[in-house]
Nanobody
Framework: QVQLVESGGGLVQAGGSLRLSCVAS????????VAWFRQAPGKEREVIAA????????KYADFVKGRFTIARDDAANTVYLQMNSLKIEDTADYYCAADRSPGVHFTNNYAYWGQGTRVTVSS
């Protein structure tokens, strides 16, 4: 079992950047795949980016490709989401999730979830 805590959200102007962190406790993230999701008001939760054991496993939703980067630091038990060129439509609550099964990579079926951090992008 692993507990996840997100941080790094906040208010930013369009075109700006934020880096979200997902810190794990209770177990090493080394054997987990991790994904970032977001849910905007009135919309369904959507997967943004996911990474498994190697950087080459990183996968992104089309609407963030080239703007967002997912990276993991296993020594720090942390996965990051670097968000650049933010748009107003990126406003949402952002969640990280983890699972040991490669089969859930980039799906909605992760077992462990954080509480979320809010990102607001203003014009």
């Amino acid at each position: 079992q692993v507990q996840l805590v997100e941080s790094g959200g906040g208010l930013v102007q369009a075109g700006g950047s934020l880096r979200l962190s997902c810190v794990a406790s209770g177990n090493s993230l080394r054997t987990y795949g991790v994904a970032w999701f977001r849910q905007a008001p009135g919309k369904e939760r959507e997967v943004i980016a996911a990474i498994f054991w190697s950087p080459s496993s990183a996968k992104y939703a089309d609407f963030v490709k080239g703007r967002f980067t997912i990276a993991r630091d296993d020594a720090a038990n942390t996965v990051y989401l670097q968000m650049n060129s933010l748009k107003i439509e990126d406003t949402a609550d952002y969640y990280c999730a983890a699972d040991r099964s490669p089969g859930v990579h980039f799906t909605n079926n992760y077992a462990y979830w954080g509480q979320g951090t809010r990102v607001t992008v203003s014009s």
